[in-house]
């Protein structure tokens, strides 16, 4: 290799140098010293999208509005995104980023359990405060200093299911669960407090996150003699088609789906199948049919209305528990009158009776959720809406 | 002696003067990612460039590896460092066995077994959740050496360049061995390579546990780095990113393999700039490289510019 570089080549690769560095300045976020950064990395695409997009689209409203009234503390809110696309890689990496290049003061999101555990080291070694609007119970489960959830987790959702059942007199139920990470977690989750629950497993079937078709899971269970109720426990597409399977094979049993297809539009995908279907949920989704004097109305009805208004889009849970992140956030950085991020995470812990669409939040030093069983609601599909089971 | 030395001192060069630019532990840990992943293309490139056999099921070997230094030591209390050659030396198990009867195959027909391989780990570790955590994942510990935690972007950064260069001198020792110099002939003909003495099946099988061993230990420094590793490492998608950026960067080129690393890794961290149109643009960008450049990026260049010499 004789490198005896001709005198337009040196210029072309001084071009390409100054190219690619401009690149890089182009990529650096301009710094306001006025405003005060958060951050959060959601699956805005791929398959946990619609989690992520009432996320984003949320925290976007909501910054917005902040702002508009003069923001927090003084000094304007910035609200710096990236999407994850659900990949725990790349959540770590924008998660870095967000530490090391964005300095944000707090961290909103991590819309799926599996990018939120890829995230909580970052938060944890970096010392900022990190919200995550994923469900498992492992994120604040054993506790970590800096992490806190808005979610419900998956353990609450299996007792006030079981709970209802109970209630009902159903004891003996076939569970049929997807193998995703949400529809894993929360089987678990489910088998562990079945016992205590007083209530007992008699079929347990699964189903792959791609599957299309049920029914031979389905006729499983129905054949399984003595089972008196049916638990679906996933999200996204799958829990639809199980739906239309259970209508398809005439099956006649309760069925209850778990609080990962709080949306609309698991509603429109079943369809009719979905009549009658029981599942515990934030009050949210029935804010106009609560009574007058649950706190929570307000808060619920006006981000319902809000988010409906803004995006033209039906409300959803998982909106909701960004608007809980975000707003606990703002009030704990109220409360700690700084943007330190170590006091703002001091604030976060002594979070107390803050109602938000999920319910109301007491945290302490041991519980990072803060959510009681009173927070969910048992909810019931009447007519293709959403309607108050007790 | 030059062309055996340079792609490995050019990559050193770049290793050690790339810090020069970096401001904080986010540019170390995307250069750290860059080297991970060069190191699991070039050992792809062992298999698809110099012998000429396509894997869709690379990343398989990417999941042993990040697993086994995550599952080892949690699960059975084995050093994290001991865990990465336990999955190394797993992963050359696997590949020696599965290898023999797929790579009989031929074109289409060994891709497919490659990307039924690779989707075969990918459900194990999506579904053993008692061993591997499930579809969420699990955290992978933090190695120490001596007291000495070895933990931060930095600190991996230099130890995956290290391991990158030392991939890189290896993988050129056997470019010119006599097993490199068979594998070369087996690209152009097996049938010629087969006539010329060169055991065919034999060599193809060294190839490709020798990438899977380079997939292996990429892919335990990556589950140290994140601290946390999820099942869609060994995924579907990760193979063909992999495959993406070797033929991205060019085929059986060291510094192209490093080259579709960068571009794979460092490119959608620019594009954020977009939001709604980053994966067209990167669509875009890998669409028009691959038109411009068909023989991918440092190969073409690289021919330009002695094209551009002789002039």
Not at chain 1, 71 to 83: M, T
Not at chain 1, 193 to 206: F, L, M, P, Q, R
Not at chain 2, 153 to 175: C, D, F, H, K, M
Not at chain 2, 258 to 279: C, D, K, N, S, W
Request: charged fraction near 15%; aromatic fraction near 6%.
């Amino acid at each position: 290799m004789k490198s005896e570089c001709s005198g337009s080549n040196r210029g072309r690769v001084l071009a390409w140098v100054g190219a690619v560095g401009a690149v890089f300045l182009a990529a650096q976020p301009a710094s306001a010293a006025d405003t005060v950064k958060i951050g959060a990395s959601l699956s805005i695409t791929g398959p946990a999208s619609f989690l992520g997009e009432p996320e984003e689209k949320t925290l976007k409203i909501y910054v917005d509005k902040i702002n508009a009234q003069g923001g927090v503390n003084g000094r304007k809110l910035e609200l710096v995104v990236y999407d994850d696309a659900g990949d725990a890689n790349k959540a770590r990496t924008f998660a870095t980023r967000l530490v090391e290049e964005d300095k944000v003061v707090a961290i909103v999101g991590g819309s799926t359990t599996g990018a939120t555990m890829a995230m909580v080291p970052v938060a944890e070694d970096a010392k900022v405060p990190f919200i995550s609007l994923a469900g498992a119970i492992v994120i604040v489960d054993p506790v970590k200093k800096f992490v806190f959830k808005t979610p419900h987790t998956d353990r609450m959702a299996c007792e006030k299911i079981f709970a209802d059942m109970k209630k009902r007199g159903l004891t003996k139920v076939g569970i049929i669960s997807g193998t995703g990470g949400f529809g894993k977690s929360m089987h678990d989750e489910c088998v562990k407090v079945a016992s205590t629950s007083g209530v007992e497993i008699v079929a347990d079937e699964t189903y792959g996150p791609k599957d299309s078709d049920m029914t031979p899971q389905l006729t499983n269970i129905k054949n399984k003699a003595g089972v008196q109720a049916l638990l679906n426990a996933d999200f996204g597409q799958g829990p639809a088609i199980v739906m239309r399977n259970i209508k398809q094979l005439g099956i006649t049993l309760p069925v209850y789906q778990s609080h990962g297809v709080a949306s609309k539009s698991f509603i429109d995908l079943a369809g009719p199948a979905a009549e009658g279907v029981r599942l515990p949920a934030a009050a949210l989704l029935v804010a106009d049919k609560l009574p007058a004097n649950d706190p929570q109305k307000p808060i619920a009805v006006g981000y319902a209305q809000t988010y409906e208004k803004e995006t033209g889009k039906p409300v959803s849970t998982f909106g909701g528990h960004a608007y809980d992140g975000l707003m606990m956030l703002v009030e704990a950085m109220k409360r700690a009158g700084s943007a330190d991020p170590v006091k703002i995470r001091d604030e976060i812990e002594k979070t107390k009776g803050f109602i938000g669409t999920a319910g109301m939040f007491n945290m302490t030093s041991t519980d990072h959720m803060g959510l009681d069983l009173g927070a969910f609601k048992m909810l019931q599909i009447k007519n293709g809406d959403w309607t108050l089971a007790d | 002696m030059l062309a055996r030395l340079g792609p490995p001192a050019a990559i050193a060069a770049v290793i050690l003067l790339a810090p020069l630019l970096f401001q904080s532990g986010y540019h170390f840990r995307i250069g750290a990612l860059v080297w991970i992943n060069a190191l699991a293309v070039i050992g792809l490139n062992v298999l698809m460039g110099l012998a000429g056999q396509v894997s869709l099921g690379h990343a398989g070997f990417f999941g042993i590896g990040a697993y086994a230094a995550a599952v080892l030591p949690a699960r059975y209390g084995l050093h994290p460092l001991a865990a990465t050659a336990a999955g190394a030396v797993l992963c050359a198990a696997v590949a020696f066995t599965v290898g023999r009867p797929i790579l009989r195959l031929k074109g289409h027909y060994l891709a497919v077994a490659t990307l039924g391989l690779g989707m075969l780990v990918a459900m194990v570790l999506t579904n053993e959740v008692w061993l591997t955590g499930g579809p969420d994942g699990m955290p992978a510990p933090r190695p120490d050496l001596g007291g000495w935690r070895i933990s931060g972007p930095e600190t991996w950064y230099w130890i995956s360049g290290t391991v990158l260069v030392l991939g890189v001198l290896l993988a050129q020792n056997l470019r010119i061995s006599p097993a490199g110099l068979a594998l070369g002939a087996l690209h152009d003909s097996e049938v010629a390579a087969g006539t010329l003495g060169v055991d065919v099946a034999r060599s193809k099988l060294v190839a490709f546990v020798v990438s899977a061993v380079y997939g292996s230990v990429a892919g335990s420094m990556l589950a140290f780095l994140n601290g946390h590793v999820t099942p869609d490492r060994a995924g579907f998608l990760q193979s063909i990113e992999f495959v993406t950026m070797a033929v991205l960067g060019g085929l059986g080129s060291m510094i192209g393999s490093v080259a579709g690393a960068a571009v794979l890794v460092v490119i959608p961290q620019v594009l954020t700039f977009f939001h709604e149109y980053e994966h067209l643009m990167l669509g875009v960008l890998v669409i028009l490289i691959m038109v411009l450049l068909p023989s991918g990026v440092v190969p073409a260049l690289s021919s330009l510019l002695a094209r551009r010499r002789k002039e």
